[in-house]
């Protein structure tokens, strides 16, 4: 089974030398080799692709007509901008020995869309990863029935989960391990991907800043299925040092609407005053603390913290991973959470590590947050709130009971573990007035 798995969604923070991010070869290298090549073997064939429809509930009569972009709304994938045949971000050709069929890669989770446009290094804020690995299993002839859970609500992934049980069939030289690692497994983290134009100011990885942000190898880690071997991680080392001087040149997409610029010109005073000490400044002299904010003193859901066993962190520290030069980088502990940078942070909801915050406006006034809401989980226009920046939801007083688990995943519900909205009060002091001005100053980051 952790062959069909074929991917690890753990976020990837870089921050390596200033050469080797400005280093134009290098990061055309990156691009190409990102937008090209599968680092996994195809646990599927092309026909499961055609066929991806007949799993679908209810039940279809015959093959819905527009079927690429039907595949791409059934599970909240988006058009490559950039040559990848008729597949969506995320989901490529490949190829293992003499077989030739679909793999995944970084882009099912890091490949978003805002107002209909696709970005690579945008989190995929969309995405139904229960139901696209279950339905693609079905239709290669498996059960579907997964290890543990994928995703508990539709747009975040179980990525810890993802990497306690990927690194459990692995001695620390990477050799496969026939009696796996019995770590304890959490699966419900409930991770929101970050964008990765925000890595290249950071110094540490992850939500919980558990990792140094120089290693290559760290970001190497979805590729931990069966058929890859030490040999091939240590031949596609260099090609990952490419991808990563890439991801170090993104820059994040500019708000596309009007901004009220003497509003935005308040907002900026009242950010730099409220919230500059965890969030840096910006322009062109811009500062960044990487400030980790208490567990106690940010008040967010703790089951990411809490969430990765000790014993995960002690293999990574004696692996291949951490040896990247001989003192190695090291798995880290902190006392709590980053606070992000908040470049193009119009185009990032949800809000929070795991998602629970559908607006801008709801960060800054933690009373005005849905207790359980959902949305349309498109990505164009209509679905967007300019005003609270953010998406547009449907709230409830109570969870509704929806037929499939498919749809219940719609649902994100916060009173469910892992999935709390509480926390981040700092802008409940502030007047209506000043967090529109906040709010407005923010579009222009």
Same mark, same amino acid.
């Given at each position: 089974?952790?062959?069909?798995?074929?991917?690890?969604?753990?976020?990837?923070?870089?921050?390596?030398?200033?050469? &080797?991010?400005?280093?134009?070869?290098?990061?055309?290298?990156?691009?190409?080799?990102?937008?090209?090549?599968?680092?996994?073997?195809?646990?599927?064939?092309?026909?499961?692709?055609?066929?991806?429809? %007949?799993?679908?509930?209810?039940?279809?009569?015959?093959?819905?007509?527009?079927?690429?972009?039907?595949?791409?709304?059934?599970?909240?994938?988006?058009?490559?901008?950039?040559?990848?045949?008729?597949?969506?971000?995320?989901?490529?050709?490949?190829?293992?020995?003499?077989? %030739?069929?679909?793999?995944?890669?970084?882009?099912?989770?890091?490949?978003?869309?805002?107002?209909? %446009?696709?970005?690579?290094?945008?989190?995929?804020?969309?995405?139904?990863?229960q139901a696209f690995f279950e339905d693609f299993n079905r239709t290669a002839g498996l059960s579907g029935k997964l290890p543990f859970t994928f995703s508990n609500v539709r747009g975040t992934s179980e990525a810890g989960a993802m990497?306690?049980?990927?690194?459990?069939?692995?001695?620390?030289?990477?050799?496969?391990?026939?009696?796996?690692?019995?770590?304890?497994?959490?699966?419900?983290?409930?991770?929101?991907?970050?964008?990765?134009?925000?890595?290249?100011?950071?110094?540490?990885m992850y939500h919980t800043a558990g990792a140094d942000a120089r290693s290559v190898r760290s970001i190497m880690q979805f590729m931990l299925t069966p058929n890859n071997t030490l040999a091939t991680f240590e031949r596609d080392e260099?090609?990952?040092?490419?991808?990563?001087?890439?991801?170090?040149?993104?820059?994040?997409?500019?708000?596309?609407?009007?901004?009220?610029?003497?509003?935005?010109?308040?907002?900026?005073?009242?950010?730099?005053?409220?919230?500059?000490?965890?969030?840096?400044? =910006?322009?062109?002299?811009?500062?960044?603390?990487?400030?980790?904010?208490?567990?106690?003193?940010?008040?967010?859901?703790?089951?990411?913290?809490?969430?990765?066993?000790?014993?995960?962190?002690?293999? =990574?520290?004696?692996?291949?991973?951490?040896? #990247?030069?001989?003192?190695?980088?090291?798995?880290?502990?902190?006392?709590?959470?980053?606070?992000?940078?908040?470049?193009?942070?119009?185009?990032?909801?949800?809000?929070?590590?795991?998602?629970?915050?559908?607006?801008?406006?709801?960060?800054?006034?933690?009373?005005?947050?849905?207790?359980?809401?959902?949305?349309?989980?498109?990505?164009?226009?209509?679905?967007?709130?300019?005003?609270?920046?953010?998406?547009?939801?449907?709230?409830?007083?109570?969870?509704?009971?929806? #037929?499939?688990?498919?749809?219940?995943?719609?649902?994100?519900?916060?009173?469910?573990?892992?999935?709390?909205?509480?926390?981040?009060?700092?802008?409940?002091?502030?007047?209506?007035? &000043?967090?529109?001005?906040?709010?407005?100053?923010?579009?222009?980051?």
């Amino acid at each position: 089974m952790c062959y069909r798995i074929g991917i690890l969604l753990t976020a990837t923070f870089i921050v390596p030398t200033t050469a &080797q991010a400005n280093d134009p070869q290098r990061i055309e290298g990156g691009k190409k080799a990102l937008e090209t090549r599968a680092f996994t073997p195809p646990p599927w064939s092309f026909s499961g692709y055609e066929n991806v429809w %007949k799993q679908w509930q209810p039940a279809l009569e015959k093959k819905p007509e527009n079927y690429d972009e039907a595949v791409r709304e059934r599970y909240g994938l988006h058009a490559a901008p950039f040559d990848n045949g008729k597949y969506p971000m995320g989901l490529r050709s490949a190829e293992f020995l003499i077989f %030739k069929g679909l793999a995944t890669d970084c882009l099912l989770c890091h490949g978003g869309s805002i107002l209909g %446009k696709s970005y690579v290094g945008l989190g995929n804020s969309a995405l139904d990863i229960q139901a696209f690995f279950e339905d693609f299993n079905r239709t290669a002839g498996l059960s579907g029935k997964l290890p543990f859970t994928f995703s508990n609500v539709r747009g975040t992934s179980e990525a810890g989960a993802m990497a306690v049980y990927l690194q459990s069939f692995r001695n620390p030289d990477l050799s496969l391990k026939l009696d796996r690692h019995k770590w304890e497994l959490r699966d419900d983290l409930c991770e929101d991907p970050p964008a990765w134009w925000l890595l290249k100011k950071k110094k540490t990885m992850y939500h919980t800043a558990g990792a140094d942000a120089r290693s290559v190898r760290s970001i190497m880690q979805f590729m931990l299925t069966p058929n890859n071997t030490l040999a091939t991680f240590e031949r596609d080392e260099p090609v990952f040092k490419d991808i990563q001087a890439y991801l170090l040149s993104l820059e994040a997409p500019r708000y596309p609407f009007p901004i009220d610029q003497p509003l935005a010109d308040t907002g900026r005073t009242l950010f730099e005053k409220k919230c500059s000490q965890c969030h840096g400044t =910006y322009g062109k002299d811009w500062t960044y603390p990487n400030k980790i904010v208490p567990l106690a003193q940010i008040g967010t859901d703790a089951n990411r913290f809490n969430g990765l066993p000790v014993k995960l962190g002690e293999f =990574y520290n004696e692996s291949w991973f951490a040896k #990247e030069k001989p003192e190695g980088y090291k798995s880290l502990q902190s006392a709590g959470y980053q606070a992000p940078p908040l470049d193009g942070v119009w185009a990032t909801a949800p809000y929070l590590h795991n998602g629970s915050v559908p607006t801008l406006y709801n960060m800054l006034d933690s009373k005005s947050r849905p207790r359980i809401f959902t949305r349309s989980f498109r990505t164009d226009e209509a679905a967007y709130d300019k005003k609270k920046v953010g998406w547009k939801i449907e709230a409830f007083d109570a969870a509704p009971k929806r #037929e499939t688990a498919f749809e219940n995943r719609k649902i994100y519900d916060t009173t469910q573990p892992g999935r709390g909205n509480a926390g981040h009060t700092f802008g409940d002091t502030l007047t209506d007035d &000043q967090r529109w001005a906040i709010i407005e100053y923010l579009k222009t980051l």
